[in-house]
């Protein structure tokens, strides 16, 4: 406030301590930032599903590239959309459970057929159960697998007698 003359006589108003407020908007800034680097930036395939709806409410910036569609894109479809082929209920229930391992086969944009595993776990969101969903692309690991029964059934079959050595022949 300012006197007949102009000059400064005082302060009329009203302050308020928002220390605690702005504490808590950090923390929160903080945490969604935690969020976000845990979830995309870790190369892994990761989505965040809605079990009641099997809407997808978050993609990571690894399930974008893979499933070849824009996390905007993704957030609008449902998961049976995206193409995989296995037990979709499975993994809803896998999310609540927390069991893992659950296997789907998808066509990628290309043409070339994966084998995905699923592991799903339940998380809480604004109030409501969500499914967190990593999977792995265990391509290799199975070929390896069937390349290693094809072998193994040879040997088996076989008339003549295998001996493996290594190079020392030991």
Do not use: W
């Not at 301590?17 to 845990?38: H, I, W």
């Not at 824009?70 to 449902?78: P, Q």
């Not at 082929?85 to 086969?105: K, Y």
């Not at 592991?119 to 199975?142: Q, Y």
């Amino acid at each position: 406030a300012f006197d007949a003359q102009g000059g400064f006589s005082g302060y009329h108003g009203l302050a308020a301590d928002v220390t605690e407020e702005m504490t808590a908007r950090q923390a929160l800034l903080d945490s969604e930032r935690r969020y976000r680097d845990l979830f995309d930036k870790n190369g892994r395939i990761n989505l965040l599903l809605d079990p009641e709806t099997g809407r997808i409410v978050d993609a990571s910036e690894a399930a974008c590239a893979f499933f070849g569609h824009s996390r905007t894109a993704l957030m609008h479809m449902g998961f049976e959309r995206l193409g995989l082929r296995g037990e979709t209920e499975v993994l809803v229930r896998g999310a609540v459970t927390n069991s893992g391992g659950i296997e789907f086969r998808f066509r990628r944009p290309g043409g070339e057929e994966t084998v995905l595993e699923a592991f799903p776990g339940p998380v809480e969101a604004a109030g409501r159960l969500l499914a967190f969903v990593t999977f792995h692309d265990i391509t290799a690991r199975k070929r390896a697998e069937e390349e290693l029964r094809t072998l193994a059934r040879a040997v088996e079959q076989s008339p003549a007698s295998i001996i493996i050595t290594d190079t020392n022949g030991n």
